[in-house]
Antibody, heavy 120, light 107 residues
Framework: EKQLVESGGGLIQPGGSLRLSCAAS????????MNWVRQAPGKGLEWVSQ????????YYVDSVKGRFTISRDNAKNSLYLQMNSLRAEDTAVYYC?????????????WGQGTMVTVSS | DIQMTQSPPTLSASVGDRVTITCRAS??????MAWYQQKPGKAPKLLIY???NLESGVPSRFSGSGSGTEFTLTISSLQPDDFATYYC?????????FGQGTKVEIK
């Protein structure tokens, strides 16, 4: 079964740092671009970042540029999101999602999400 | 950035109804449109890719159409399992952007 499992969320004070992880199984992780998508409580979906298969191409939404860093370890089938200088507006469920580039660059497999709460 | 305007925000319908959700892109995205379904507390689920292609395992009552800037998601006969929130997403350029969502409620 193709699966993504996020971890690392929690309660963090404004200005703090957190590192999210996403463990992939059931497919060849190194063959797919990967994404982070977030959803603030009661709000819609917001794409956060994408990393290519070899980490050579990386993209961010403007609101996290300079604060968040996406990375991956293909040997460990894992995706990461290092989040620094966290703000209250970063509070959200964070999902990792597989990018199926061959069929329209869509997000075809999603994890269950991990909650990040930024509050004092 | 490409803005995605989805309508209506909320839709009340009955089982068996035909339902249409519209998404407009602020500039042309060719056929780079995807539709997702999300239920409370769950991750989104891919329904449609490249504007009109049905994802494997998705019931045929779901269909997508459009190109350029105007797109629609249609549910031909609404079923109890279809009450959820639906999002469009442009897959043509960065940043990837989603519509605001359409919540389909029981009438």
């Amino acid at each position: 079964e193709k699966q993504l499992v996020e971890s690392g969320g929690g309660l963090i004070q404004p200005g703090g740092s957190l590192r999210l992880s996403c463990a992939a199984s059931g497919f060849t992780f190194s063959s797919y671009n990967m994404n982070w998508v977030r959803q603030a409580p009661g709000k819609g979906l917001e794409w956060v970042s994408q990393i290519s298969t070899s980490s050579s191409n990386i993209y961010y939404v403007d609101s996290v540029k300079g604060r968040f860093t996406i990375s991956r370890d293909n040997a460990k089938n894992s995706l990461y999101l290092q989040m620094n200088s966290l703000r209250a507006e970063d509070t959200a469920v964070y999902y990792c999602a597989r990018d199926r580039a061959l069929y329209g660059n869509v997000f075809d497999i999603w994890g269950q999400g991990t909650m990040v709460t930024v509050s004092s | 950035d490409i803005q995605m305007t989805q309508s209506p925000p909320t839709l009340s319908a009955s089982v068996g109804d035909r339902v249409t959700i519209t998404c407009r892109a602020s500039q042309s995205i060719s056929s780079g449109m995807a539709w997702y379904q999300q239920k409370p507390g769950k991750a989104p689920k891919l329904l449609i890719y490249k504007a009109s292609n049905l994802e494997s395992g998705v019931p045929s009552r779901f269909s997508g159409s459009g190109s350029g800037t105007e797109f629609t998601l249609t549910i031909s006969s609404l079923q109890p399992d279809d009450f959820a929130t639906y999002y469009c997403q442009q897959c043509n350029s960065y940043p990837r952007t989603f519509g605001q969502g359409t919540k389909v409620e029981i009438k």
